[in-house]
């Protein structure tokens, strides 16, 4: 499985992916809205383990590495979880912070948006994302996701409750837009 974009390739994380991953998720600060926050290189590996090696299986995730292609650096990354049926898809994205305000997780989102509608036929793409986390938020309201839902601390995160915003659309809506 492979995407291109204009300026990016995005391929499944491979193993050899564990240094550059742990720079940027290691950055607690840019990730302070992430749930996991790696320790060590070897969270990585742990991580990548748990991954499914090919997209679409069921209750799994599945995970992109975003490549520039002008460099051929990994610049970030994009998860995909497979709902059981296979109907349904959640997504995340992180960027390295050297790479923000470019417009990378836009088009690469847009493209993985894109992919799970019109390759594999997903009826309803959604993220969870913390209501703070305004450059998440501006992403998925950037490519037309809609606000559906605000859980109030319903997600425990380190010894906290956080409250957790979700954010969808559907196949139909995405399509409407192209
Ligand atoms: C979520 C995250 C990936 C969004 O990154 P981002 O840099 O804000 O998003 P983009 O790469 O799409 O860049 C958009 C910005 O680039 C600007 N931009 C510049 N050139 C652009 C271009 N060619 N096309 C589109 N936008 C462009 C946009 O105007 C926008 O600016 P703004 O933030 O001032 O409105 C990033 O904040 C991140 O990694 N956060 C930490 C991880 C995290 O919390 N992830 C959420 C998990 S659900």
Known sequence: MQLITKRLKLRPTLKGDKAAIFEYR????TNRFQGWIPQSPDDIDLFISKLSYEPNQ???WFQIMIIEKKTGQIIGDLGMHFSDD???AEVGC?????YHGK???TEALSKVVDYLFNELDKHRVFASVHPQN???INLLERLGFRKEAHFVESYYNN???EDDVIY?????EWNATL
């Open 26 to 29: 290691s950055d607690s600060e």
């Open 58 to 60: 069921p209750g799994s």
């Open 86 to 88: 296979l109907k349904q």
């Open 94 to 98: 992180t960027l390295n912070k050297i």
């Open 103 to 105: 417009g990378f997780a």
């Open 134 to 136: 305004s450059s998440s």
């Open 159 to 161: 010894g906290i409750w």
């Open 168 to 172: 969808a659309i559907l196949k139909c």
